[in-house]
């Protein structure tokens, strides 16, 4: 069964500074993997996806994820972070096939400090 | 493209009635999701629609809870009766592909925000 896990349910960086959201997940076969954005009293965004076409991709506002099939992981970064990008972040996992299931971790909070 | 839309955005109702929320996808996108997000259990996916068919629907609670998709364009989600512990925010999300297909990501509506009191 795939699943995902997200470490640390709150991230508190400073303005300026880096941002990095960990994301490990766990699939019997090559994955889909997503990230999604969720801004208060919104649905969720897609930010950027991972299907096997590149290790790392880029997504929207600045957001990047790397692919390490070794360590399981697909860490969410940003080299500077942003007031606005203060919003929640679901890391998500899809088994290929074709079968559109999506499981979501259980999210982290990201403050932004001015 | 208007995105994703449902309705109503909130609901409150009383302990016992009968609740149905509606989604639109975006046209031509062939699959179709209900999710019920809370603090306690996260998003959980209720029920997944692939060419109107129901293809997954171990994530509907109990017989209280049904989802119809009668054409492309509409889905409803039917909770009777309601009780309090149904309270949540209940997304609608569409995404191209299919069986045997490509996972392109999802498209959330905007939540539909239950209280049963």
């Known amino acids: 069964a795939q699943s995902v896990t997200q470490l640390g349910s709150h991230v508190s960086v400073s303005e300026g500074a880096l941002v990095l959201l960990r994301c490990n997940y766990s699939?019997?076969?090559?994955?889909?993997l997503f990230w999604y954005v969720q801004y208060p009293n919104q649905g969720l965004q897609l930010l950027l996806k991972?299907?096997?076409?590149?290790?790392l991709v880029k997504g929207i506002n600045g957001f990047e994820a790397e692919f390490k099939k070794s360590e399981t992981s697909f860490h969410l970064t940003k080299p500077s972070a942003h007031m606005s990008d203060a919003a929640e972040y679901f890391c998500a996992v899809c088994e290929g096939g074709g079968y559109q299931k999506v499981t979501f971790g259980t999210g982290t909070k990201l403050q932004v400090i001015p | 493209d208007a995105g994703v839309i449902q309705s109503p955005r909130h609901e409150v109702t009383e302990m016992g009635q009968e609740v149905t929320l509606r989604c639109k996808p975006i046209s031509g996108h062939n699959s179709l999701f209900w999710y019920r997000q809370t603090m306690m259990r996260g998003l959980e996916l209720l029920i997944y629609?692939?060419?109107?068919?129901?293809?997954?629907d171990s994530g509907m609670p109990e017989d209280r809870f049904s989802a119809k998709m009668p054409n492309a364009s509409f889905s409803t989600l039917k909770i009777q009766p309601s009780e309090p512990r149904d309270s949540a925010v209940y997304f609608c999300a569409s995404s191209l592909g299919g069986l045997g297909q490509g996972n392109y990501g999802y498209t959330f509506g905007s939540g539909t925000r239950l209280t049963v009191v």
């Open positions: 629609f692939n060419n109107n068919v129901p293809i997954d």
């Open positions: 991972y299907t096997s076409a590149a290790t």
């Open positions: 699939s019997s076969v090559p994955p889909y």
